[in-house]
């Protein structure tokens, strides 16, 4: 990815930013020059009205350093805020553009943490950037220019311990910034014990596991004492190291300046100012390496920002051959499809499916846990692509379509469904954004949901919490059946969506999808043998294969698995 | 259709408001949350904390002496450069004299020096071996009591509220110690060094600095309350973006399944354009301090150097005075800036030491409240005597549920959510405590087991399926700890887990990352499963164990487990009713009460509620 997208609008501030703080640093080496010529000049030549002139001077130096400042501040905020904005919506934006493998890849929690947090971090560490890294280097730069200046030869003495702390400095970064990585990582390793023993805890405690927990907990917190100690022993050792060769380098400069002023040729305010300037630039060198090492955590953030940046969706339409084509019978074909989560184990999830449904028809499919039902479906609206094998619907490869007209065309309540906080109107119009009044209603009374939303003092305007906890499972799974209908689909597909909901009230909703729906097919998944019987075409799947397909009277004679799922749920009760 | 940002920002505002947590369906949400409303004690805290560190009081004595020493050596060295400049700036003394007393002096600046930089490297090698092993017991005592703490604290609690216990506040802690300890002495130590010097060098210039003081601390103030109304106005912004963020995440397949990703964009453009002007206000003023504040100094510095220079001039003052006294003015404002930040620190740290004592201060649940002796084994005879419970007082969840299971036996009950099937399976283990009535295993008050023995008597399979980082193998053995693989891999069949297993990556040997994430939830429950089919517990609780598993597959776990049932006493908790429908006796709960009781004939027999929910005129909710 390239970062300098999120720079070049900005440009004017990335640089006025760091302009802002060359005019403080410009003050902070003309400060002690002009304190020299108080010295040099006024305390020389006892002349009051020049120290009370440079003084004032040097008071505005100073006003204007702290305008430097604050304007540095200001445009260093509007690059970072900015800069992190960007990158905040395109992350966003790229999220959008995920397919479900590419969702299934990361967990929420790792995606939010990115958009969150590792934001948060690189935003901060622009902002440090225009403020501090150019700062510091320019003051440096300015303090080396303005000792040379004052007296070159003595200005030698840095060639000899610049170099000495370079040195110094890059052994202790080489050092330390693993060591400060190493600790991060067990943080988050801390964290995510801590976290996972938290959420167990029912777990734990009904399996009397806590002094597990606490010696897996005390492992993982003594690691993190030991790198931080690692760490923080690189720190404690460079602070004391750094200044040691910071008053090495000034009792050299007082011996050399020393003599020069006993000889008489370094006035004594040179040798004050110089000895300023040595601080300033050992200083500088001390900061530079503080901020390397500090800049760990932002690279961390930056490479995880990349990962999803760089996450390449694996489902797009940019090759769709029939882009202009929609969904207009409901046919679906499935040639040789096969399928699999792990790309290099044995078994698929699917096995060469071959597979015929004809528009308007009503299929159910019935199977196993994990048998691929949820996944054979999923790739009719493209949410995976087969390994091998195509799909067609209404004759056209869906890969061919546009991925906008097939989804439009194909209405799909998910198993794991969830709903937003927001009015249930707001929700329901997740399928129809125009849709009147009369639509939404009209899909409610479909989805047997008009009925318990009208129950509610506040009836379409009632809010829904995160994730809809505030209405029951089935009522959660009704509303989710009636948003999928608002779509109009040519295609819908149900995914075990109305296990909460009781028998009466789903033959309702199947009755009403014969009268509304008559001409869209309908595919469903279920668990409840009530469910799909009625179905046109039962397809039954077994370990990733289809094992039966027909309907109700002729699988109950043929197929075993078919016989076994209608025993196990309708033994003792009348066959309806 | 996208929404307006201020319709958003009320949403997401909210949402994103604390102690919302996902524990939805069971148990008890209300309950005041006790640990944050007590009133502060600042002084014990701080001693408690300094319990901590005072544990390693011989290493605490060196640091003090450490510092002392490392301080006053500074001191005395920044003063050195008077005598050196004014005796080699003194043109009266020959020059050999001069030289002579400049190389004495440099030596003797060296040692002070040396010794400075070596006890600041003693005092925070030392401090910080200190703090960071009086962290690490933090750590573990806080785990330690939070592990301990009855299921009734942690149903208040959201994870993150409580994580935020560990990384926030116990770091605040450890910052605190690591640095704000030690460097608000020296600081002090410093302060007043310095500002002693200061009068000695020069007492009119001493009182153009104090001047100044005032004003920093006018200016700070200023400053600071500012960049806190603009830090808060962006911490809402962002609280309504991070809420939007996570809500849409984690809803991210829906909004592809409704080709809503538009939309998306469209109103987090909004939020993130809201949370983009505010994050620039909050950065601005917390930018400004550190340059306002420090150019301050620089003024005072420019008005000491032009007084001090004056006075030089008029021949009131040395040249070696100055030029430390202008060192010690830029330096006057590095401790008063130093532990002014520090404060800041130290009162997170307190602030965080509060909650983190708070919950350490919590009763734990006892291992053993009666001293009964602990029989060998359970054989699992439950009685429920009369048992009437509520998880907050006054509300009662369960009322007079009495009722008799053996071993062998499979007892089930059924019933809406919030009917109180999870509750009598909680007061079994004693996850709560009963309030009226009487709860016997074997004759024996559960009151009376240690609690750990009981625990160990009961395997659970909860509602909720949590898995562990680990191997597939190491999950199910979890269940218990020395079982072999062989053993692990037949309670898996048992299950029906063997086979998808077995397709996973390395099989058995597959890591489970993130709670399972990649798992479907069916297979979720069926290592749950696994997991409690591998325990020897005499008494088995199955809590919607199977709900996410197709009627096919729960049939082929139900024949598994016929055999691991005989001789155990089971109960199952199921909203399907296919689940339940060979249990030896089925309880209908409704509000709390056991409404009908018998077998699944008996039951449709009475044509009661029962049968309304099998005949599927009814439904659970």
Known sequence: ?576 | MARSLETLQKQYNSAAAPGKGPGSGRGPMAATNSFTGKPADTKKTMLRIFSYVAKYWKRLILVFMFMALSTGAMLAGSYLLRPIINHIADTATPAGERVAYLGRMLLVLIGVYVVGIGGTYLQSRLMIGISRTAIQNIRNDLFTRLERLPLRFHDNQTTGELMSRFTNDVDNIGLMMDQSLMSMLSGIINLVGTLVMMVVTNIWLTLITLVFIPIFIACSRFIISKSRRYYSAQQAALGAANGYIEEFVAGQKVVKVFNHEADCIEEFSLLNGDLRGKQMKAMFFGGIMGPIMGNMSQVSYALTAGIGGALCALGRFDVGGLAIFVNYSRQFARPVNEISQQMATVFSALAGAERVFAIMDMEPEAAHDKNTATPARLDGHVILDDVTFGYVPGKTVLKHISLYARPGQKIAFVGSTGAGKTTITNLLNRFYDIDEGKITIDGIDIQDLPRDFLRQNIAMVLQDTHLFTGTVMENIRYGRLDATDEEVIAAAKMASADSFIRRLEKGYDTVIEGDGANLSQGQRQLLNIARAAISHAPILVLDEATSSVDTRTERHIEEGMDHLMQNRTTFVIAHRLSTVRNANAIMVLENGQIIERGDHDDLLALKGRYYELYTGKSELT
């Open chain 1, 1 to 576: 990815m390239k970062w300098s997208k999120y720079v070049k609008p900005y440009w004017k501030y990335f640089l006025l930013g760091p302009l802002c703080m060359i005019v403080e640093v410009l003050g902070e080496v003309l400060m002690p020059l002009w304190y020299s010529r108080i010295l040099n000049i006024g305390v020389e030549n006892h002349d009051v009205g020049f120290i009370v002139l440079t003084c004032a001077l040097m008071v505005l130096t100073a006003l204007l350093m702290m305008g430097g400042g604050v304007g540095g501040a200001w445009f260093g905020s509007k690059a970072a805020v900015n800069f992190a904005a960007d990158l905040r919506r395109d992350v966003y934006e790229k999220i959008q553009h995920f397919s479900f493998a590419n969702i299934d890849k990361y967990s929420t929690g790792s995606l939010v943490t990115r958009l969150t947090n590792d934001v948060t971090q690189l935003m901060n560490f622009v902002n440090m950037l225009l403020r501090m890294f150019l700062r510091t280097p320019g003051m440096l730069i300015g303090a080396l220019i303005a000792a040379f200046t004052l007296n070159a030869q003595l200005a030698r003495v840095l060639a000899v311990t610049i170099p000495a702390i370079a040195i110094v400095e890059f052994l202790i970064i080489r050092v330390g910034f693993p060591r400060f990585s190493a600790m991060q990582e067990k943080m988050d390793h801390l964290n995510s014990t801590i976290q996972e023993s938290l959420t167990n805890i029912r777990v734990v405690k009904s399996f009397v596991r806590e002094k597990r927990e606490d010696e897996k907990f005390g492992r993982a917190n003594g690691e993190l004492k030991d790198a931080a100690m690692r760490a923080l022993g690189v720190v404690i050792f460079m602070m004391p190291m750094m200044m040691l060769m910071m008053n090495l380098t000034s009792v050299a400069v007082t011996w050399f300046g020393g003599n020069h002023v006993i000889a008489g040729d370094m006035p004594i305010g040179d040798f004050n100012a110089f000895l300023t300037y040595i601080t300033q630039i050992l200083m500088s060198l001390l900061m530079m390496s503080m901020l390397f090492m500090n800049s760990s955590r932002a690279l961390a953030s930056s490479k995880r920002i990349k990962e999803v940046m760089e996450e390449v969706p694996d489902i797009d339409d940019t090759n769709a051959k029939n882009k202009d084509a929609r969904v207009t019978r409901g046919d679906v074909t499935f040639e040789h499809v096969t399928f699999r989560y792990y790309k290099n184990s044995e078994n698929g999830v699917l096995n060469d499916i071959n597979l015929t449904i004809h528009g308007g028809e009503t299929v159910g499919i019935i199977g196993s846990t994990g048998c691929g039902k949820t996944t054979l479906v999923s790739m009719i609206p493209r949410l995976y692509d087969a390994d091998q094998g195509r799909i067609l619907v209404d004759g056209i490869d869906v890969k061919d379509y546009s991925l906008y007209h097939l989804r439009e065309g194909v209405g799909m309540v998910l198993q794991k469904n969830v709903l937003f906080s927001g009015s249930i109107a707001d929700n329901l119009r997740w399928g129809d954004e125009n849709a009147s009044e009369a639509d939404m209603t009209d899909a409610a009374k479909s989805a047997q949901a008009d009925g318990f939303i009208r129950n509610f003092q506040l009836g379409y305007e009632t809010q829904l919490e995160q994730g809809g906890v505030n209405v029951s499972g089935g009522q959660r799974q009704r509303l989710c059946i009636a948003r999928a209908l608002l779509k109009h689909p040519k295609i819908l597909i149900l995914d075990d969506s109305t296990s909460a909901v009781d028998t009466a009230t789903e033959a309702s909703i199947r009755a009403a999808f014969r009268n509304e729906l008559s001409d869209s097919t309908k595919i469903i998944i279920a668990q409840r043998i009530t469910s799909v019987m009625e179905a046109d075409k039962i397809i039954v799947m077994d370990d990733g294969a289809i094992t039966g397909i027909g309907t109700h009277d002729e699988l109950i004679k043929t197929n075993k698995a078919y016989q076994e799922i209608y025993h196990s749920q309708m033994d003792g009760k009348e066959a309806a």
